[in-house]
C-alpha cells in the first residue's frame, strides 16, 4: 500500500481497522505534510487502559518519508509485532521522537535507512529513536 501527496491526511488507520490488514506486506507513506501518526487509537480504547497487541505478520517494508508533522506510528499503549519486517526508511520527519508508546518487536529488522544515513540498530525501535532525538539527529 502506497499513499502518497495526501495533503490535508492526519492518520493512515484506526486501531479498529488493522485486522483487517493481516495480508499487508510493504505500507509507504510519503509527501504527507499533516500525517501525526500512521495508526490512531480510537479514544474508547485509550480510556481503557489496557495495553493493546498489534500483529502484522507479513510486513515486510516500511517507509516513512517527508512526514513533516509524524510525532510518531501510533502514539497510543500499543505493542507491535512485526516478525517479518526487514526494510524501514525513516526519512524526512523531524519531529517524530517516539515509535509507539508501547513495545516494538521487530525480529528481522537489522538496519533503518534514516535522514541522516543507514544505521544498524541494536535495541528496540523506541530507544533507537530516543536516542538519536537525544543527539540532536532529526529523523
Given amino acids: 500500500m502506497s499513499i502518497y501527496k495526501c495533503k490535508s491526511l492526519e492518520h493512515v488507520f484506526t486501531s479498529s481497522m488493522v485486522g483487517s490488514l493481516q495480508q499487508l506486506q510493504h505500507l509507504h507513506v510519503h509527501d504527507c505534510p499533516k500525517m501525526e501518526v500512521i495508526l490512531k487509537v480510537e479514544e474508547e480504547e485509550e480510556?481503557?487502559?489496557?495495553?493493546k497487541k498489534i500483529v502484522l505478520p507479513r510486513l515486510e517494508s516500511l517507509k516513512l518519508k517527508e512526514l513533516n508533522s509524524l510525532k510518531g506510528f501510533c502514539l497510543g499503549k500499543v505493542d507491535f509485532s512485526w516478525p517479518s519486517l526487514h526494510t524501514l526508511e525513516i526519512i524526512g520527519c523531524s519531529k517524530l521522537t517516539i515509535f509507539s508508546k508501547g513495545l516494538v518487536t521487530t525480529q528481522n529488522l537489522n538496519i533503518i535507512d534514516t535522514t541522516f544515513?543507514?544505521?544498524?540498530?541494536?535495541?528496540d525501535l523506541n530507544s533507537f529513536i530516543k536516542t538519536k532525538h537525544h543527539e540532536g539527529f532529526q529523523l
Avoid: D, K, L, T
Fill in 47 to 51: 480510556c481503557e487502559g489496557e495495553v
Fill in 117 to 123: 544515513g543507514r544505521c544498524y540498530i541494536q535495541e
